[in-house]
């Protein structure tokens, strides 16, 4: 119903402005109900005394500000006057001069409801016309005066076709304007291009999908638009396109390494392409997603199939194992004991690799959660300095990541000690450097990369290193720990790619989706736990500033009759504690009654409490800012 109205009102407005005559329309208010546009344009009135409810007075003192009436001396006696009459509406036909020298016939007649209608007619032209007539009526014919009727109706078809011209490009101009807010607002790139491959329009979001690219692209072609390194993958499709043949296709946006969906729609007329339309949306977590799930599948898949064989491969060992035991209880000749050894020494590493293979193939859930990345390479160093040689240096650079990001720590830290473990091997006995970086690439992705100054990657080994089994180690390697790092990598919605680094040397990048952590939880009741009454304070007041009501304890005993209060959304404590019993325990007695729990601490990163409360609950380093605090409570 409300849309039926709304249209019939834009008819009806559309009727009145189609009209020669002034018109307006006055409530018993004194308010205006409606105008056409003619009364606007007659009268060369600004936009805000044609809006309905503008006060009649407010539009007659703009007037006779302006002159309309002549020269007045008191503006505001004369308003007076006006308002007056009006209110004492009497119906009237009069015809006025204008200070142009205009002749405008006014007719008002007052309405049944209150208020009244007025009608402005421009009779310049007939008056003229009619004065030229009495002058010189003794010398004009008859057929001069019919042609002068012709001409007059003439003029009113032309007056009337141009005035329905003026509406219907008011119109077009209004709905263009509309559907170029309407596109605006997409969070997708529209546009045609001509045959030329020029654009012809845009919805002007192009730099918000291709992030780098110019909005104003009208009259560029694509080429110029999307720089050449982009419009090559571009071409052959748009090329298609132009031919008649519609396509849906996604590419790779490397200056802003994002993935984009581009769909080409022909644009033809009676039978002839004239050109195509586009439309590009930004699905890069679409793609990581996508990419999550065909790697989580293809990993149940593996393992199905290599259950059974594992299985299978398990027995056989372990026959083998038993034979060689009966065999080495034999008297058997000096010569064949060594080989004995070696049937148990393959087998073992056989039990070993089935091992890995399992790990491989088998489930595995990644846990996200908020990690602070210099505080994780930082730790990544101190588990692997102590297998490094005394020649090796380990040295790690973070840029652009200074808040948290949502990661698996675990499952990386394992992936990052495996490369750093391959770099050691590969710079082998000399001296040699290793580098651990991770770097925001356009708040996109983390890359995560391990460089290392050995011989690098040889041309079969950048081709076929991530593949299951290959390796260039001979008998000391298994070809699955590259493998398992790129299956990690793919699980989280990822890639991996391997290169050698310019002064030399290997390179490992692991290019993670840069999530951040979700806000901090709602604002709820925290039980804060600090033997510090100093430090306590501090993290009390950030608790605060973040929302939250806190309730203090400085003690695990303290904690835990407090823990009794109905209404205690989550617990922060303090792991090193000045009693018996440490924050462990009462993060533990917290999971039991299912509170959420984050540690605090300043303990340093190899100490043994830390270690394990990392590896059950987030941990959060003294000091810290509120966003790293925020984080750790999500």
């Known amino acids: 119903m409300t849309s039926t109205r709304s249209t019939t009102a834009r008819l009806t407005q559309a009727g009145l402005n189609l009209i020669g005559q002034a018109l307006s329309i006055y409530d018993a208010d004194l308010r205006l109900a409606v105008c056409n546009r003619p009364f606007a344009t007659m009268f060369d009135l600004p936009d805000r005394l044609t809006r309905p409810g503008t006060s009649f007075a407010e539009t007659i003192r703009y007037l006779l500000e302006r002159g309309e009436y002549g020269e007045v001396e008191d503006i505001d006696a004369m308003l007076d006057e006006r308002v007056a009459q009006a209110r004492a509406f009497e119906p009237h036909y009069l015809e006025r001069t204008r200070p142009s020298g205009q002749i405008i016939a006014v007719e008002g007649s007052p309405l049944p409801q209150g208020g009244w209608v007025t009608v402005y007619t421009d009779i310049t032209a007939s008056r003229a016309q009619e004065r030229l007539l009495r002058a010189r009526s003794e010398v004009l014919s008859e057929q001069?005066?019919?042609?002068?009727?012709?001409?007059?109706?003439?003029?009113?078809?032309?007056?009337?076709?141009?005035?329905?011209?003026?509406?219907?490009?008011?119109?077009?101009?209004?709905?263009?304007?509309?559907?170029?807010?309407?596109?605006?607002?997409?969070?997708?790139?529209?546009?045609?291009?001509?045959?030329?491959?020029?654009?012809?329009?845009?919805?002007?979001?192009?730099?918000?999908?291709?992030?780098?690219?110019?909005?104003?692209?009208?009259?560029?072609?694509?080429?110029?638009?999307?720089?050449?390194?982009?419009?090559?993958?571009?071409?052959?499709?748009?090329?298609?396109?132009?031919?008649?043949?519609?396509?849906?296709?996604?590419?790779?946006?490397?200056?802003?390494?994002?993935?984009?969906?581009?769909?080409?729609?022909?644009?033809?007329?009676?039978?002839?392409?004239?050109?195509?339309?586009?439309?590009?949306?930004?699905?890069?977590?679409?793609?990581?997603?996508?990419?999550?799930?065909?790697?989580?599948?293809?990993?149940?898949?593996?393992?199905?199939?290599?259950?059974?064989?594992?299985?299978?491969?398990?027995?056989?060992?372990?026959?083998?194992?038993?034979?060689?035991?009966?065999?080495?209880?034999?008297?058997?000749?000096?010569?064949?004991?060594?080989?004995?050894?070696?049937?148990?020494?393959?087998?073992?590493?056989?039990?070993?690799?089935?091992?890995?293979?399992?790990?491989?193939?088998?489930?595995?859930?990644?846990?996200?959660r908020a990690t602070d990345l210099a505080a994780f390479l930082a730790e990544a160093v101190l588990l692997a300095e102590a297998s490094l040689p005394g020649g090796i240096t380990l040295s790690t650079r973070v840029e652009g990541l200074d808040t948290p990001v949502l990661l698996d720590p675990e499952a990386l830290r394992d992936a990052v000690l495996n490369l750093v473990l391959n770099a050691r091997d590969a710079i082998g006995p000399e001296a040699g450097r290793i580098e651990i970086a991770a770097v925001n690439i356009r708040d996109t992705w983390v890359e995560l990369s391990v460089t290392d100054s050995g011989p690098g990657f040889s041309a079969q080994a950048l081709e076929k290193g991530v593949e299951p089994f290959f390796t260039e180690k001979g008998e000391d390697g298994t070809g699955l720990g590259l493998s398992m790092v790129y299956d990690l990598v793919k699980l989280a919605g990822g890639r991996t790619r391997l290169s050698n680094a310019d002064g030399g040397g290997a390179r490992v990048s692991l290019r993670l989706p840069l999530r951040q952590p979700p806000p901090g939880p709602a604002p709820t009741l925290v039980l804060l736990v600090e033997d510090a009454a100093h430090i306590r304070e501090a993290v009390r007041d950030r608790l605060v500033a973040a929302g939250h009501s806190v309730v203090e304890a400085a003690s695990v005993a303290e904690a835990k009759d407090v823990m009794a209060i109905d209404g205690i959304g989550m617990v922060l404590s303090d792991i090193m504690l000045k009693s018996s019993e440490t924050g462990l325990d009462l993060a533990r007695l917290a999971a039991e009654r299912d509170l959420p729990v984050a540690l605090m601490t300043s303990l340093p990163l190899d100490a043994p409490l830390y270690r394990e409360a990392a590896t059950d609950w987030p941990v959060i380093r003294k000091p810290f800012t509120l966003e790293k605090l925020a984080a750790a409570l999500a």
Do not use: W
């Not at 022909?266 to 793609?287: F, Q």
């Open 144 to 368: 001069l005066l019919e042609r002068h009727e012709a001409l007059e109706l003439a003029n009113r078809k032309l007056a009337a076709s141009n005035a329905a011209l003026r509406e219907a490009q008011a119109e077009a101009t209004e709905m263009a304007a509309r559907i170029q807010l309407t596109t605006e607002m997409l969070p997708a790139h529209i546009a045609r291009l001509d045959r030329d491959r020029r654009y012809t329009f845009s919805n002007r979001r192009l730099g918000a999908v291709m992030p780098g690219a110019q909005s104003d692209i009208l009259g560029l072609t694509m080429e110029e638009a999307l720089g050449p390194r982009t419009y090559v993958d571009i071409k052959p499709r748009l090329t298609a396109a132009l031919e008649g043949a519609p396509s849906v296709f996604e590419i790779t946006h490397e200056p802003s390494a994002r993935r984009i969906r581009i769909s080409f729609t022909p644009d033809t007329s009676e039978g002839e392409v004239t050109g195509v339309y586009a439309l590009s949306v930004d699905i890069t977590e679409e793609a990581q997603a996508r990419a999550a799930v065909a790697q989580s599948a293809g990993r149940q898949v593996a393992a199905q199939l290599t259950s059974g064989m594992a299985h299978d491969f398990a027995n056989l060992l372990t026959v083998i194992l038993g034979l060689k035991d009966r065999l080495a209880g034999l008297d058997l000749p000096s010569d064949a004991v060594p080989a004995v050894e070696a049937i148990g020494v393959a087998a073992t590493r056989g039990g070993a690799l089935i091992d890995r293979i399992a790990r491989l193939s088998g489930p595995r859930d990644l846990v996200p």
